[in-house]
């Protein structure tokens, strides 16, 4: 029997009554008296040299406040990067700066040139195509390998180079890795990209900056996964405004993937120009600002090598990548192709010896950063191809393959310097054989083939690290930030409970999983317990949700504050039963003395600790209201296995899902429904970034891609139902959950598994010369490959 | 957006009256403007409504040819065409998507001439007589490239007329972003000769693959097909999802296709 409450049960989402009626509190949502509107200027070319910006007109017009070139910040901080790397030669990364607004050069089509502040957005937006901007054209760098190749054109002509930085990993081990390629039986070698992504979540980003002269407060609204870290990045690198005189609300978030973890330029904007007009300052993004200023996902260009011994035993592994920084370095750019990327490049595999080389390059395009997986779909996708390319030139089952190198010993230390707490690869693989029916494939083969159309199976498997993480650890590897999480359970006299966490939902369902917690704990009502989440103002410092952290992070840090309550509710229950502390039990939200039939009521106890007349004052304080912070000692892996089954139309080279299913192990599930939307999510993510979606410069650096007519979103006929199993549980041995975090699986599972399917496709249908097709796999793509 | 003034006549002799101001401009169900005055891509001191013009829709058979008012939308096109011309209401009911079939026009796809649009390929194929306020336009007389058109300044598509074929079929290989036809086929058969009308495809518009109505006047099959020479890649669109050599390869798949389909 599933439960109906409490961890385990698939409790409905409440924040849904709100978001499907209208009455959802997005940041566009937010209107303060008085306010007035931005309209950005932004460069229409990729690269050029500023030579001023002739804003006497726009000034003239209608409605305007005030117009604002780069010059207005040249005593403002730069946005800040927050990780550095170290490079294979003991050298910090280079690291430009990143003005609010564009100064002495512009860098990417949509590097934000002015800005103009109006009565209306309608007078905004006229008086901003007034303003001339004097640019002379550069050269655009677009290409990785020629932007490092060459010097001739700069991105940052400060820095002499285009590369940001060249790491190895582990740099020790890379005579070892080439002398075990350069001896090993058999090397499958596969080069490959990992295109580019715009993440486009449904609301777009917003930013309303306000001042209060009463308090010299600043208030910044925003449509942000971490307001407390935008609070610091703004406060402490850009604007010099203390925390206590800088609150951030991230209120409703209509989807974040990602590209809401950043801090932008926009919202320093808003806040600074709030401070100069004083005066509410309001952005709205447009989709077509989106697609020119939210921080893209991916844009890796890999090869990689796979070592073999006569046994079809991995010996060694050796990619070389080059990663996309776009034009400057975003809040955690450089930590995406290197800690996200390079140590999960193990994969599920006990391959002893491996070397990651990643160059990250500065390029005349929108910045680059995580997207839901993170430098994790990036590590799987080429491993779980090349595995997939080795098994068709060994002649061996690409199942079998993985199975004889899978990791079976846990904890297992890669050589990449992680280590596995716990897992099993085969239980999954198993459980996955199962409910994608691989028995049945054949005959669906053929029914496919009656029909003309081509069918292939791809399967792959993953591992990610989740729940980011020790903060000692990341500090040595450059975060300038801890990643632990908060939370302050605050119970109210009559023994509703609210959670203020650090962690923030824009999506994830938050407001009905993280209660399940509590509740379960105490053994109260669900609807007993409140999330309040987003404003700094009344949540403990959190560092906000991304990287499937959010459960092992923050429900841990909400976990050992519940437990702080029990332990004091249980010495206020004593007390009134005038009990030993020891002896006191707390079940189904009452506590009672060990071997009697005295109990008193959850109620009861929260009303002593608020009306302390029987209450023992002398040892514990009135109050029942307690924070926690819990700091990871370790990240969670999170593994699995998928399968996708797709068509091919021969004749036009249209693929087709038609079929899905997915294996996890997320360790322990609190709300198996909440995971399933999550894994359903993601892998619609993955099949748009494996067919769809791709984000595409031409070479002066113009977008292509910037609207929904030319970048493919994935709609609902492109993903067939998908079949998730959760039911493979090896629970995370080191935070009090036992959970691993399911966010970004899908995305991270699926991309592999869907061109495998494809390339097997078309073998079937004796297109044999086909070894690889990127991403997207596009009708024209297949089709071209097909023809030789 | 920017301001702009709009007026709703409801005759199309207001509607010309109206037109007949400086830099006024005809809207019909907007799908395409009002995307474009979104962006901030035009600037229309007015605009003049012509979907108040009661006159201008429905969907009307006389005898052999199926007339259809030029404010007559797709939903409806789709609806009341079906049992007269089947091949037609087909194509109306794949453009878009509900919301773009209930509000996008006959006369506004036609007037607009989207070289990705659908209707032209069903107007080319079909012979289709194009009426305006002022005269009668012959589908090849009317299409003259991308956006092109033989429409006069402040001239209305009030009426589309299709010679009704015995067969017809529209096959569509969509575009996977916008979802408008990477290459669309309609293929109309008449007792007398097969019409075949190209949209999507190439740099001058729509056109009518001549190679394949003369092969398949002569056996209306999809063998007659198979051994045509693809259309001259080198005229085709090539962009980022579709080269040309792509493109002509799909107007002979989707020829084939919609001979093997046609009802």
Redesign the interface.
Known sequence: MPKDHGIGASTKRREDVRFLTGAGNYTDDVNVWGQAYVAFVRSDVAHGTLNGVDTAEAEAMPGVIRVFTGKDFEGVGSIPCGWQITDRHGEPMKEPPHPVLAQGKVRHVGDPIAAVVAESL?EA??AA?AVVADISDLPAVVDMKQAVASSDTLVHDDLGTNLCYDWGFVEENREAVDKAIQEAAHVTTLELVNNRLVANPMEPRVAVGDYSRADDMSTLYTTSQNPHVIRLLMGAFVLGIPEHKLRVVAPDVGGGFGTKIFHYAEEAFCTFAARQIKRPVKWTSTR?EAFMSDAHGRDHVTKIELAMDAENNFTALRTETYANMGAYLSTFAPSVPTWLHGTLMAGNYKTPLIYVNVKAVFTNTVPVDAYRGAGRPEATYQLERVIDKAARERGVDPMALRRQNFITEFPYATPVAVEYDTGDYNATLDKLEEIADLAGFDKRRAESEAKGKLRGLGINCYIEACGIAPSNLVGQLGARAGLYESATVRVNATGSISVMTGSHSHGQGHETSFPQVVAEMLGIPEDQVDIVHGDTANTPMGMGTYGSRSIAVGGSAMVRATEKIINKAKKIAAHLMEAAEADIELKDGAFSVAGTDKSVAWGDVCLAAYVPHNYPLEDIEPGLEETAFYDPSNFTYPSGAYCCEVEVDP??G?VTVERFAAADDFGNVINPMIVEGQVHGGVAQGIGQA??E?C?YDETGQL??AS??????PRADNVPMVTVDHSCQTPCTHNPLGVKGCGEAGAIGSPPSVINAVIDALHSGGFTHVTHIDMPA???RV??AMQG | MYAFEIERPTSVAEAVTALGTEEAQPLGGGQTLIPTLKQRLAMPSKLVALTAIADMKYVRRDGDTLAIGGGTTHGTVAKEAATHFPGLAGLAARIGDPAVRNRGTIGGSIANNDPSACYPSAALACGATIVTNTREIAADDYFQGMFMTALEEGEIVTEVRFPIPEKSAYMKFEQIASRFPLVGVFVAKYADRVGVGVTGASNDGVFRWSEAEEALAGDFSADAVAGLTAPDASDMISDLHGTGAYRAHLIGVMTKRGVAAAS
Do not use: C, I, K
Request: charged share 20%; net charge negative.
């Open positions: 309608q937006r006229d195509d077509g004749e036009t249209h067919l769809l791709n595409v292509l891609s929904y007519m030319d970048y493919a979103m596009t009708p024209n089709w071209a």
